[in-house]
């Protein structure tokens, strides 16, 4: 259900935009502009993964929220004891502050600076494990239309400040340490 408010709540925001741009609201005087951005891949993985933030020619500023589910081994290392390592892992918060650089025309390059929790289900009960992480980012921005792109890159997720209430992180147990995730994008400019 959060899903679905999330996602009406980013369509209704984006028909308005552009209902605002023809009127020509929102402009600013130095070519900022508001967008709405939201990657593809998590929505096929039953998660979620929009942003939001201030975009000019050359640079964009913007807070991301995301959820999704990923298997074990592709976010852990080590031994699994207790867990099965295709079990199914819950990242249950993603929050994080993006910024690009565009120094060529249509590519760019960035960095997202973030907090996540994760639900790791053990044989009687789940641990949370929460996280710190920074991910560098490349990619190319498509602009089939004036106000609508699509963002086609590659980011790497390294991973710092673990912490596990149950003691679960240990020297067996542990976030890769780099974290390779192609990504996909669309978005709105308003």
Same mark, same amino acid.
């Given at each position: 259900?959060r899903k679905q408010i999330i996602l009406f709540t980013f369509l ?10 023809? $009127?020509?609201?929102?402009? $600013? ?17 039953? #998660?979620? *993964?929009?942003?939001a933030g201030i975009i000019d020619e050359k640079r964009s500023f #913007? ?10 081994? $592709? ?6 004891? +207790?867990?099965? /390592? ?15 650089? !565009?120094?060529?025309?249509?590519? &760019?390059? #960035? ?9 790791? /289900? ?9 996280n710190w992480f920074l991910e560098p980012q490349v990619g190319y ?7 609508? &792109?699509?963002?086609? #890159? &590659? ?7 673990? *912490? !596990?209430? $149950? +003691?679960?992180?240990?020297? *067996? ?8 995730? /192609?990504?996909?994008?669309? +978005?709105?400019?308003?």
């Open positions: 259900m209704f925001l984006g028909i308005s935009s552009v209902q605002a741009q023809n $009127d020509g609201l929102f402009k $600013d005087q130095d070519g900022q502009q508001f967008f709405i951005e939201s990657e593809v891949l998590p929505w096929l993985n039953s #998660g979620i *993964n929009v942003k #913007g807070l991301r929220y995301a959820t999704q589910t990923y298997t074990l081994e $592709d976010v852990f290392e080590g031994a699994f004891t +207790g867990i099965a /390592p295709n079990a199914d892992i819950e990242q249950s918060l993603n929050i994080a502050i993006e910024y690009h650089y !565009s120094p060529l025309t249509n590519f &760019y390059i #960035g960095t997202w600076i973030g907090y996540e929790e994760w639900g790791i /289900p053990l044989v009687i009960t789940e641990a949370k494990i929460t921005k498509w602009m089939p239309l004036n106000n609508v &792109y699509a963002n086609l #890159g &590659y980011r790497a997720k390294l991973t710092f400040g673990e *912490n !596990s209430e $149950d +003691g679960l992180l240990s020297d *067996n147990f542990a976030f890769k340490k780099i974290i390779g995730t /192609p990504t996909l994008a669309v +978005g709105l400019k308003f």
